[in-house]
Antibody, heavy 122, light 107 residues
Framework: EVQLLESGGGLVQPGGSLRLSCEGS????????MGWVRQAPGKGLEWVSV????????YYADSVQGRFIISRDDSKNMLYLQLSSLKAEDTGVYYC???????????????WGRGTLVTVSS | DIQLTQSPSSVSASLGDRVTITCRAS??????LAWYQQKPGKAPRLLIY???TLQGGVPSRFSGSKSGTDFTLTISSLQPEDVATYYC?????????FGGGTKVEIK
């Protein structure tokens, strides 16, 4: 079955850190760009970061640049997001998402995980 | 950054009605636009990409079009399972951005 499964969310204090993981299965993980999209409670979707499928390029939203780091381990079909210097406004559900196209990618997302909730609160 | 402005923010329509949602980009994005459907408590689902290409498995009552920097998602005949929030997303350049969403309800 083609799927993505996120883990690693939880409650963390402001200024703290957290590492999210996403395991892909049912497709050739290394062929695709992969990304993270988040959604604050009751709010819309916000793109966070993407790791290209070839060339190893990474991109970040301004709101997380310098605080979050995206990485991937294609040998394990895993995508990661290291969250640091967390703020209350980082609270939300974090979705892992797969690019529609192989290779360079389109940066449209055709497969999403169920999400993992990150709560930043003291 | 490219801003995407969706309208209306919510729409209530009867079963079988035609529903139209608009997404206006703040600058030209060619056809680098997608539409997603999100039901409560669920992950988004890709409906349409490159402005008008229907994703596999999506019912044909969904369609997308483009006119300049205005993009439209149309549901030709509203069904109960279409109750959801719909988002547009541009992939023309980074940062990727989403519209604010349109909530579709049954009258």
């Amino acid at each position: 079955e083609v799927q993505l499964l996120e883990s690693g969310g939880g409650l963390v204090q402001p200024g703290g850190s957290l590492r999210l993981s996403c395991e892909g299965s049912g497709f050739t993980f290394s062929n695709y760009a992969m990304g993270w999209v988040r959604q604050a409670p009751g709010k819309g979707l916000e793109w966070v970061s993407v790791f290209s499928g070839s060339g190893g390029r990474t991109y970040y939203a301004d709101s997380v640049q310098g605080r979050f780091i995206i990485s991937r381990d294609d040998s394990k079909n895993m995508l990661y997001l290291q969250l640091s210097s967390l703020k209350a406004e980082d609270t939300g559900v974090y979705y892992c998402a797969k690019d529609l196209d192989r290779g360079l990618g389109s940066y449209f997302f055709d497969l999403w995980g169920r999400g993992t909730l990150v709560t930043v609160s003291s | 950054d490219i801003q995407l402005t969706q309208s209306p923010s919510s729409v209530s329509a009867s079963l079988g009605d035609r529903v139209t949602i608009t997404c206006r980009a703040s600058q030209g994005i060619s056809t680098w636009l997608a539409w997603y459907q999100q039901k409560p408590g669920k992950a988004p689902r890709l409906l349409i990409y490159t402005a008008s290409t229907l994703q596999g498995g999506v019912p044909s009552r969904f369609s997308g079009s483009k006119s300049g920097t205005d993009f439209t998602l149309t549901i030709s005949s509203l069904q109960p399972e279409d109750v959801a929030t719909y988002y547009c997303q541009q992939a023309n350049r980074f940062p990727l951005t989403f519209g604010g969403g349109t909530k579709v309800e049954i009258k």
